[in-house]
């Protein structure tokens, strides 16, 4: 964790591991999850499976995965996409819905900024988001992302939404 301040708890970002397979599909049960991150709702246990299973094993140049654990348990995924030689954007998924709001996807963003920083030299993070999501919206402008564009919309809880884009230069 990057901030000083003291929380009463600990959050760890981590590879992923076929091992998560179960928390995975408890999220593939949370409507509210799926529908915030266009998950098909009562997807058959072996899709996910198949699917987490590729994310595991199939890792590529330009997207990392990491597991975001929160008191020893897996609780989302933080991905750094189109990685560049000093850019890449940002992803935050938090899978246990009942945790959204509590700070753990800022926490879990700058640990996964700070790893891309030190590790792949990364300075430049993109983001995006839906206008409509205000947690994901708070947690950027916390962060210091600095919205560069409205381009695009999705349907984000059932609903059009335009899209966000978001910058942030990162220094350690």
């Known amino acids: 964790m990057r901030n000083n301040k003291k929380t009463s708890y600990s959050i760890k970002i981590r590879p992923i591991s076929i091992s ?26 072996q899709k996910v499976y198949s699917w987490w299973q590729k994310c595991v094993n199939n890792p590529a140049e330009t997207f990392i995965r990491m597991g975001i654990e929160f008191d020893g348990n897996l609780i989302g995924y933080a991905d750094l996409a189109n990685i560049t030689d000093d850019s890449s954007e940002l992803g935050i998924a938090i899978g246990e ?14 640990c996964i900024m700070d790893f891309a920083s030190r590790n792949l030299g990364i300075k430049i993070f993109e983001a995006e988001t839906h206008e409509s999501n205000n947690r994901s919206r708070k947690m950027l402008s916390k962060i210091g992302f600095e919205e560069i564009s409205r381009v695009g919309s999705e349907i984000y809880l059932g609903e059009n939404s335009r899209l966000i884009q978001y910058r942030f230069n990162f220094t350690i």
Do not use: H, P
């Open 97 to 110: 819905s009942t945790m959204w709001g509590k700070g753990i996807g800022f926490e879990a963003a700058m």
């Open 20 to 45: 998560d397979y179960g928390a995975v599909l408890k999220w593939s049960q949370d409507e509210i999850f799926c529908r915030a991150n266009q998950w098909e709702m009562n997807r058959d246990s």
